[in-house]
């Protein structure tokens, strides 16, 4: 039997491929920085716009073919006469900024989804298309290049609308709106690396922790001042959370100052070396004492409180961390491989300063282990 209902006229209807889908928050990421670039975008989209209109004059001279009599040879002349006045109609301006503009946007699009969507796909290809009809149209001109490069822009241009739409439907549908209040401030933490529910749950109930802690060392009521959720996606591990300022401050730079000590410490085993339980170690990685000092608290009658801190911070770090290859917090990402590159980027330099006494034995400088 075959299909019925609204679908039926629709081709190739059926169970769609398995693909890496990203959170929504790395779409809104993607997307954010997509609109912050729009306008880059606009000497492309302006001679898009213009030439698609050139299109919109013929088919309204179109319907006067159709008719024939008296208005065939009125409606063959108007179209003649768009057609030839084509490039007449293209906004002025250097062809090189077009050009320049139009891969700019083909970027940026592309950048959109870790993987090419069927709809990016074939966005791509009428750019391209559009850009070879554009090109031959520059150097040749008059109306047998100009028919097929106005149809191609009413369609290019009706493709990028509708990319448009969808972007402005997952901002008003999907996205979060959701804001801080006036005493508090956003953590937004992606852990990348697949976890199961324990492992999820143990995470969030460490950040959590984490928040709880502070709270106290800083002597800030949790009870008015929650650590509120924004927005929680699972597979990966992705929160949005608030709470107050001073302690989602102090939470985010802790978490990258323990990652980016994590990665610059990577073992030659390929292994992430452990966070330190040590107090005086953990003390000076995270500068809680100084942190304190600077707050204006009289950290020689709190230490005891201090070190019990430090200790409760460094297992939920570590809890949060563990066998992750990167973290970002808000917009910074920290990652085995940049650290790495930092990392020996100054062993480089360092051999340069002191010589050959930096180097091995066989005079070659000491490399560090490439990540697994």
Not at 28 to 37: A, L, P, T, V, Y
Not at 184 to 208: G, K
Not at 215 to 227: D, F, G, K, N, R
Not at 268 to 291: F, Y
Request: aromatic share 8%; with cysteine; proline share 4%.
């Amino acid at each position: 039997m075959g299909s019925t209902g609204r679908f039926a006229v629709l081709p190739n209807i059926g169970k769609p491929k398995r693909k890496n889908y990203m959170h929504a928050f790395e779409l809104q990421r993607n997307i954010d920085r997509f609109s912050s670039e729009i306008e880059s975008f606009q000497p492309f989209f302006a001679t898009v716009s213009a030439l698609a209109k050139a299109a919109e004059g013929i088919n309204a001279s179109l319907e006067g073919l159709a008719v024939g009599g008296t208005k065939l040879n009125e409606s063959a002349g108007h179209i003649h006469n768009l057609l030839a006045g084509v490039n007449q109609s293209i906004p002025k301006g250097n062809h090189r900024q077009f050009f320049r503009a139009l891969e700019h946007f083909q970027r940026a699009v592309a950048e959109l989804q870790s993987s090419p969507s069927e709809l990016i796909t074939k966005l791509n290809a009428q750019v391209e298309n559009f850009s070879s009809l554009y090109d031959t149209f520059l150097s040749n001109q008059g109306g047998k290049y100009s028919l097929p490069l106005v149809l191609a822009a009413q369609q290019l241009q009706a493709k990028i609308e509708l990319i448009f739409d969808l972007l402005q439907l997952f901002e008003e549908s999907v996205a979060s709106h959701d804001v801080p209040s006036g005493l508090e401030t956003s953590l937004a933490l992606w852990l990348p690396a697949y976890t199961n529910l324990t492992d999820f749950a143990q995470r969030l109930l460490a950040l959590q922790s984490l928040y709880s802690e502070l709270c106290m060392l800083l002597s800030i009521s949790e009870v008015e001042h929650p650590l509120r959720i924004s927005k929680i996606e699972s597979g990966s591990l992705w929160a949005k959370v608030f709470g107050e300022s001073k302690v989602i401050g102090m939470m985010a730079s802790f978490v990258e100052q323990t990652a980016s000590w994590l990665y610059r410490n990577y073992t030659n085993e390929g292994k992430l070396a452990a966070i330190p339980r040590k107090v005086e170690t953990i003390d000076a990685l995270l500068g809680l004492t100084t942190r304190l000092n600077a707050a204006g608290f009289d950290t020689e009658s709190m230490q005891e409180h201090i070190e019990k801190s430090a200790v409760a911070i460094s297992k939920d770090l570590a809890i949060l961390l563990e066998g992750q290859p990167s973290v970002t917090v808000n917009e910074k990402t920290i990652s085995v491989g940049t650290e790495l590159g930092k990392l020996l980027l100054q062993k480089s330099e360092s051999l340069r300063l002191d010589g050959p006494a930096s180097s091995n034995q066989d005079g070659s400088a000491a490399m560090l282990p490439p990540p697994q």
